[in-house]
């Protein structure tokens, strides 16, 4: 993140920042950065843009304290436009809106992709210390199991009412079987067009 490499020239010193959530990927509001801009955000992990109206250095969340921590930066294949994946201490909008653009940005489910790639990186970078890890170092074999198992549970929980266990259950079922697909080599996304591919000839 820190080698950025920008064509200040081209853009008069001034580049544009797209501001997108880490894990909704929704785009929060777009921003200018100048290279001190840049250092200062790099320095602080908090987004700093260079006000245009006021000729200054502003700090998002400054007044507000609403901040966007920065998780990562890269610049587009131009080297003109920067990418900042941001985690929002709050609101983005001066207005009080989630976005800039007046969406709505809490949507959970796409957090799913985040968690795929945490369980990508278990695999790919194992330690003692990951439950994840230990279940592909098991194999095949004790992953499907194990999803053999929380689906049993969910099973049980659904037939009574306690909405907190059947949650939680759920959640269990949802993570082992990505860690399923992802000891398959499957991507969630195949099982998409699957679905896709029967809705569209339903």
Not at 12 to 33: C, F, R, T
Not at 122 to 148: C, E, H, M, W
Not at 189 to 197: A, F, P, R
């Given at each position: 993140m820190?080698?950025?490499?920008?064509?200040?020239e081209?853009v008069?010193?001034?580049v544009?920042?797209?501001?997108?959530?880490?894990e909704?990927n929704?785009v929060?509001?777009?921003g200018?950065?100048?290279?001190?801009a840049?250092?200062?955000t790099?320095e602080?992990?908090n987004?700093?843009f260079?006000?245009?109206?006021k000729?200054?250095l502003?700090?998002k969340?400054?007044?507000?304290?609403n901040?966007l921590?920065?998780?990562?930066?890269t610049?587009?294949c131009?080297?003109d436009t920067l990418l900042?994946k941001?985690?929002?201490?709050?609101p983005v909008?001066?207005?009080?809106?989630?976005?800039?653009f007046?969406?709505i940005n809490?949507?959970?489910?796409?957090?799913?992709?985040?968690?795929?790639?945490i369980?990508?990186d278990r695999?790919?970078?194992?330690?003692?210390q990951?439950?994840t890890?230990s279940l592909?170092?098991?194999?095949?074999?004790?992953i499907a199991q194990?999803?053999g198992?929380?689906a049993?549970?969910?099973v049980i929980?659904?037939?009574d009412?306690n909405?907190?266990?059947?949650?939680?259950e759920a959640?269990?079922?949802?993570?082992?079987?990505?860690?399923?697909?992802e000891?398959?080599?499957?991507?969630?996304?195949?099982?998409m067009e699957?679905?896709?591919k029967r809705?569209?000839?339903?």
């Amino acid at each position: 993140m820190n080698n950025l490499n920008i064509d200040f020239e081209k853009v008069e010193g001034l580049v544009p920042a797209v501001i997108q959530d880490e894990e909704s990927n929704k785009v929060l509001m777009l921003g200018y950065m100048n290279q001190e801009a840049i250092d200062v955000t790099l320095e602080t992990k908090n987004v700093t843009f260079f006000s245009r109206t006021k000729q200054r250095l502003w700090t998002k969340g400054e007044t507000s304290g609403n901040f966007l921590k920065v998780k990562s930066i890269t610049v587009d294949c131009d080297n003109d436009t920067l990418l900042v994946k941001v985690k929002p201490t709050g609101p983005v909008c001066h207005k009080g809106d989630d976005t800039c653009f007046g969406e709505i940005n809490n949507s959970k489910t796409l957090f799913i992709d985040h968690l795929r790639a945490i369980i990508k990186d278990r695999k790919n970078n194992p330690t003692d210390q990951s439950y994840t890890a230990s279940l592909f170092a098991k194999g095949i074999n004790k992953i499907a199991q194990k999803v053999g198992e929380e689906a049993v549970e969910i099973v049980i929980e659904a037939k009574d009412d306690n909405k907190d266990l059947f949650l939680g259950e759920a959640a269990d079922l949802l993570f082992h079987y990505l860690i399923l697909l992802e000891a398959k080599e499957m991507e969630l996304d195949e099982v998409m067009e699957v679905l896709i591919k029967r809705h569209r000839g339903s």
